[in-house]
């Protein structure tokens, strides 16, 4: 059984960083590319970046580029979300995301507020 369980999440202010971990289990993780995932109140579920099962590729949304950064640890079965200059915008609920299969974590909450 795949599970993701993701955690760092939190309030922050403005300008400052989290790092967002997800842990994988009942995975081959190497295998999995994996991305992470966001939903701001009222709004869809929006892709924030990808980062292949090797970790050769990455990819990221324009909103996020230059402050967010996707890697992972195949070792430990993580993926992180380092975010940077955090913005009230980027107040949402971020997932990680496995595929194939197209798995979920439950999600962490990021609150950016002053």
């Known amino acids: 059984q795949v599970q993701l369980v993701e955690s760092g999440g939190g309030l922050v202010q403005p300008g400052g960083s989290l790092r967002l971990s997800c842990v994988a289990s009942?995975?081959?993780?190497?295998?999995?590319?994996m991305s992470w995932y966001r939903q701001a109140p009222g709004k869809e579920r929006e892709w924030v970046a990808t980062?292949?099962?090797?970790?050769?590729?990455?990819n990221c949304a324009d909103s996020v580029k230059g402050r967010f950064t996707i890697s992972r640890d195949n070792w430990k079965n993580a993926v992180y979300l380092q975010m940077n200059s955090l913005k009230p915008e980027d107040t949402a609920v971020y997932y990680c995301?496995?595929?194939?299969?197209?798995?979920w974590g439950q999600g962490t909450q990021v609150i950016v507020s002053s």
């Open positions: 995301h496995a595929m194939p299969g197209g798995h």
């Open positions: 009942g995975v081959a993780f190497s295998n999995y590319a």
């Open positions: 980062i292949t099962s090797r970790g050769g590729l990455t």
